[in-house]
């Protein structure tokens, strides 16, 4: 079983900075795309953004472009997501996620794609 866990949520002021790992055990880790999505309270999950198993960097829109980014260490099994100038609306639980590889091109964004899922950091941003 691949399992992913989330750590490094916490509370921070605006325009802070943040990094969150997940780390992904099990299986192959460097043939899994993974993503970032997350969830406010009475909300719908949204994505974030993701990494592809070569390094491409997916992002949900010019909102978050510019300010986070991802990276990935197939050495620790591990996807860092990196988190800058934070607003209050990026309060939210985030979860990583992990994708087996396809022979066929898909969209990052959906949550369907993705098989493994971990349990979620919260993230608070105060104004």
């Known amino acids: 079983q691949v399992q992913p866990v989330e750590s490094g949520g916490g509370l921070v002021q605006a325009g802070d900075s943040l990094r969150l790992s997940c780390v992904v055990s099990?299986?192959?880790?460097?043939?899994?795309?993974v993503g970032w999505f997350r969830q406010a309270p009475e909300k719908e999950r949204e994505f974030v953004i993701a990494i592809d198993r070569s390094g491409g960097i997916r992002y949900f829109g010019d909102s978050v472009k510019g300010r986070f980014t991802i990276s990935r260490d197939n050495g620790k099994n591990t996807v860092y997501l990196q988190m800058n100038s934070l607003k209050p609306e990026d309060t939210a639980v985030y979860f990583c996620?992990?994708?087996?590889?396809?022979?066929?091109?898909?969209?990052?964004?959906?949550?369907?794609?993705?098989?493994?899922w971990g349990q979620g950091t919260q993230v608070t941003v105060s104004s």
């Open positions: 099990g299986g192959t880790f460097s043939s899994y795309a």
């Open positions: 996620a992990a994708k087996p590889p396809t022979s066929y091109s898909v969209n990052y964004s959906l949550q369907a794609v993705y098989r493994y």
